[in-house]
């Protein structure tokens, strides 16, 4: 199974919602990843857990907050979010996180802020 | 951070080889060269990745030079189908983790 899943596939919320986004991978990756990717540019990394814990976090506000409750879920639960967040949201994973790693990306979920 | 230097498009006929370069100038001795399909609406897929020289898999190669400053996918034989973004990635050794950086990408369009 080389699959990553995730989930919903399209999201739509106000600003003062809150929403969770799901990833799931069962390769036995120990690296997960969300990425940002606007339309027409490439994706822009988020964040980053390697073995379970946080390891980058490209100075995302803190309207997103990831979560890795184990080694094959990720989480990425979203508050008070502004129209400019709009954007496909994907997640990732990678054997061990090193550099050269093959990543794996899921579908992505389409969210819109309204 | 190296950053890549990719063309913003290219056009193709089917059955043509397609080359693609991207400049990665100030490349660090342990950083690897990634390259990623993606299609609209889907996340990027990987194609090939190298060190140096020449890396042959069954859907592209990729050529890089001593100097390791550029690089070149080259996908024999495109089709329809091969239309996508083509990303070229340098990795980053990053402490207490890896940083993955994507270039602009390369929009190939493939024409019958």
């Known amino acids: 199974d080389t699959e990553v899943t995730q989930t919903p596939k399209h999201l739509v919320m106000g600003m003062t919602n809150k929403k969770s986004l799901k990833c799931e991978q069962h390769m036995g990756h120990r690296a997960m990843y969300w990425y940002k990717q606007k339309a027409k540019k490439p994706p822009e990394l988020m964040f980053v857990y390697s073995y379970e814990k946080l390891s980058i976090n490209e100075s995302v506000p803190s309207r997103f907050s990831p979560e890795c409750p184990n080694s094959s879920l990720l989480n990425l639960h979203l508050h008070a979010l502004q129209p400019e967040d709009s954007a496909l949201y994907l997640c990732a994973s990678s054997q061990g996180g090193l550099a050269g790693d093959e990543q794996y990306f899921g579908p992505g979920t389409r969210l819109t802020v309204t | 951070l190296a950053k890549t230097t990719q063309p913003i498009s290219m056009d193709s006929y089917e059955g043509q080889e397609v080359n693609i370069t991207c400049s990665h100038n100030n490349i660090a001795t342990n950083d690897y060269i990634t390259w990623y399909q993606q299609f609209p609406s889907q996340g990027p897929r990987f194609i090939i990745q190298?060190?140096?020289t020449k890396v042959t898999n069954e859907v592209a190669s990729l050529f890089i030079p001593a100097d390791r400053k550029s690089s070149t996918l080259s996908l024999p034989r495109v089709s329809l189908s091969d239309t996508a973004v083509y990303y070229c990635?340098?990795?980053?050794?990053?402490?207490?983790?890896?940083?993955?950086?994507f270039g602009a990408g390369t929009r190939l369009f493939v024409k019958a």
């Open positions: 190298g060190y140096k």
């Open positions: 990635l340098v990795g980053d050794s990053y402490t207490g983790g890896f940083k993955t950086i």
